[in-house]
């Protein structure tokens, strides 16, 4: 057994840990961080760097078919699932080596293993223990399974990269940003997909006119959603898995991906017996500055259960590491936080939804434009794209900005800026378009479609 003393003990080396980690020791603080899997977290690993690759490599499908409206002859094709995996894994551990290197190169001590806390200063890992003048949780979270009978025989998004074979019928279990995400992939590899919901319309939280525009273009592909519907069991028959829903519906499947949530990992792991405090969801409960009822531990990422985004996880972490050892006390901001849903068609999101807006003021004004991308013109594609601004009349200030339409996240990074910066409609309607691009829409809507 060995005693170290450090200044900042990182447990977990996803996004949010590594960041922290990282802007600590070029500070010149004494750190170490643990991890029992692999460096990245979830999103380098099992989140959104594979995920990304998946779906550029589903998308391409529809390439080939819209490449014959411009003059190009194609040949049979056929996709390859073990060389996508193959490459994909290889690209992941690109990416954990970057990590190791950054983490090294930052003087950081890296910790193979489950990290456990003995104590407001001490870190078991193993046999070993680790003294710290402040710890820092970023354990991340982990995908969910009904509590059904049969759950065991379907598999989470973590499996899902790993599949040997691409299943010919795969059922769908969600209607968030991962089930669509993932139906959208496996159709686009040649996969028959049904997604199965609970809710009345996939996308829960996200703007309504977003949610029925993917809806849309789902219907349009051929991936058939079933609403008000849950799994009552799955079974194993001869044919693959049988699930029966709630309604007795019988579906067959060769594989059942279940994507109904995520919960903090947070369990197991010393938080009570060091009073950390949870919430009736796991989540580590911290303050504006991500410190928890400990005062020298502190909690960053999906484990906070806060805005469950990498690029959130990041700014969380580096400013608990500047707090700690730059003396610059800030808090991120979450307000006008852009992200994505990599469905085929993108979704690209800044802001307040309708719903929100029309709750927090007292009127607002709501533009929207859904057409025929130039693209499709000569494709036979009849897939739409939609904009969507959400404008305070009374201070002309834009509240909000969404989009469904090809390289949607792309897009609206951009206008992300532009809303962080307080811009007004009438600042949208001075800026000159780029002509011919789906983007200009935003700079060109007049026509109010509600009040």
């Not at 407001?120 to 710890?135: K, L, P, Q, S, Y």
């Not at 409609?425 to 829409?441: L, M, R, Y």
């Amino acid at each position: 057994m060995s005693s170290c003393e450090y200044d900042l003990f990182v447990i977990g080396a996803g996004s949010g840990g590594v960041r922290a980690a990282r802007i600590a020791g070029q500070h010149g603080a004494k750190v170490a961080i643990a991890e029992e899997r692999y460096l990245g977290g979830t999103c380098v690993n099992v989140g959104c760097i594979p995920k990304k690759l998946l779906v550029y490599a589903a998308h391409f499908h529809e390439e080939f078919s819209s490449a014959e409206g411009f003059g190009w002859t194609l040949g049979s094709r056929e996709h390859d699932w073990a060389q996508l995996i193959a490459n994909k894994d290889s690209e992941i551990e690109r990416l954990n080596g970057v990590y190791d290197r950054l983490l090294r190169g930052a003087n950081v001590e890296i910790v193979d293993g489950t990290a456990r806390l003995v104590d407001a200063n001490t870190v078991a890992v193993g046999d070993r223990r680790f003294r710290a003048r402040h710890i820092l949780l970023a354990t991340g979270g982990s995908p969910l399974k009904p509590e059904i009978p049969g759950a065991e025989l379907g598999i989470t998004s973590n499996e899902a990269f790993y599949l040997e074979t691409l299943p010919k019928r795969v059922l769908v279990i969600g209607g968030g940003y991962i089930g669509v995400e993932f139906a959208g992939i496996f159709h686009g590899l040649g996969a028959d997909v049904k997604l199965v919901y609970r809710g009345d319309r996939i996308l829960r939280g996200f703007d309504e006119d977003v949610r029925i525009a993917l809806t849309d273009e789902f219907a349009k592909k051929g991936i058939d959603i079933r609403v008000h519907t849950d799994l009552a069991k799955i079974e194993m028959c001869p044919n693959g898995l049988q699930a029966t829903t709630n309604d007795d519906i019988v579906l067959e499947a060769d594989q059942i991906l279940f994507a109904i949530g995520r919960l903090p990992k947070t369990a197991g792991i010393g938080l009570e017996e060091c009073g950390v405090t949870r919430d009736i969801y796991g989540a580590v409960v911290v303050d504006d500055y991500s410190c928890t009822a400990v005062p020298n531990i502190y909690a960053v990422g999906d484990c906070t259960n806060r805005l469950n985004l990498t690029p959130v996880a990041i700014a969380e972490g580096q400013a608990v590491a500047e707090m700690l050892f730059k003396g610059t006390r800030s808090k991120p901001d979450y307000a006008n936080v852009p992200t994505a849903v990599f469905s085929q068609p993108n979704i690209g999101t800044v802001g307040l939804t309708e719903s929100e807006a029309r709750a927090a003021f007292s009127e607002i004004d709501v533009y929207k434009s859904v057409f025929r991308p130039l693209k499709h013109t000569l494709t036979g594609s009849d897939e739409k794209t939609m904009m969507k601004l959400i404008v305070d009349p009374k201070t002309d200030r834009v509240l909000g900005c969404h989009m469904v339409g090809a390289d949607a996240g792309e897009i609206i990074q951009g206008f992300a800026v532009a809303l962080k910066c307080g811009a007004t409609k009438s600042q949208f309607d001075s800026t000159v378009g780029i002509h011919p691009t789906a983007a200009e829409e935003f700079v060109t809507m007049r026509q109010k479609v509600s009040a």
